[in-house]
């Protein structure tokens, strides 16, 4: 199984930016897929996930702002994110776990069992 996240960069507060992660080794279709993001000197941190249903889940710092999608023509996730803040400067990981993770599982890093290399995102102020 393999995980390919691209996209990241450098913008300015206010921007956008689209990450892809492109799934591989697996079945995407019914896979949940989900973004996770980690800071400099913090801990890994659960940001959107998307399951089998197209049903979405967010954190609450991201949600409003951010927006998680699949195409699985593609099998290929996304995360739009918008109104970009410096506090969301972080390496972006896309994981890849069973369609049976319930809601109160998806910001568990165990339960992943595919992660990407990352991609960093850096937002100036």
């Known amino acids: 199984v393999q995980l390919q996240a691209s996209g990241g960069g450098l913008v300015q507060a206010g921007g956008s930016l689209r990450l892809s992660c492109t799934v591989s080794?697996?079945?995407?279709?019914?896979?949940?897929v989900s973004w996770f993001r980690q800071a400099p000197g913090k801990e890994r941190e659960f940001v959107a996930a998307?399951?089998?249903?197209?049903?979405?889940h967010y954190s609450s710092s991201v949600k409003g702002r951010f927006t998680i999608s699949r195409d699985n023509t593609k099998n290929t996730a996304y995360l739009q994110m918008n109104s970009l803040k410096p506090e969301d400067t972080a390496v972006y990981y896309c994981a890849a776990g069973s369609d049976r993770l319930i809601v109160s599982s998806l910001d568990l890093e165990d339960k992943y069992d595919s992660w990407g290399q990352g991609t960093q995102v850096t937002v100036s102020s």
């Open positions: 080794g697996r079945t995407f279709s019914t896979s949940t």
């Open positions: 998307i399951r089998r249903g197209y049903m979405t």
